[in-house]
């Protein structure tokens, strides 16, 4: 069984989780409760959109591990292509480029974990000096 952290009454508190048929089951003290991973997926990008989103920062959807890291910094993106992927609940989720850019800085490394709206890659817009 893994375990997932919840903020409860504003404390972090690590609780047992599973996902079983795309639903997160989890046990708080004696009571059990489960969510749609749709339902997380969507909430989390509502948090991380209204926690001022903007297409040069990439943050974290969910908390994860990162997997993969295939830029660097200094290198030149296209709006779409993968930049990172990270692995949550154990599914793996490609993050991608918004925009065309020049990567400012990598904040994370291979098997580093993360928590929701963690900063991963600053960019730079392209034609911005």
């Keep these: 069984m893994n375990t997932i952290t919840l903020k409860i009454d504003g ?4 609780v047992p989780a599973e996902v079983i048929d795309k639903k997160v089951w989890f046990k708080i003290d004696d009571r059990t409760f489960s969510y749609d991973l749709v339902e997380l997926s969507q909430s989390s990008h509502v948090k991380t959109k209204s926690a001022s989103k903007s ?3 990439i943050t974290a959807p ?9 830029i660097t910094e200094g290198q030149t993106v296209k709006k779409g292509d993968p930049l990172i992927v990270m692995e949550a609940m154990k599914m ?3 993050l991608k480029s918004d925009i065309n850019a020049q990567v400012e800085k990598v904040f994370v490394a291979v098997q580093q ?4 709206g963690h900063l991963l890659v600053q960019l730079k817009p392209e034609g911005v000096s």
């Design 92 to 94: 793996e989720y490609t």
């Design 11 to 14: 404390a972090d508190r690590k």
């Design 55 to 57: 297409p040069d920062k």
């Design 62 to 70: 969910m908390p994860g591990k990162m997997t993969k890291v295939f």
């Design 113 to 116: 974990q993360v928590t929701l």
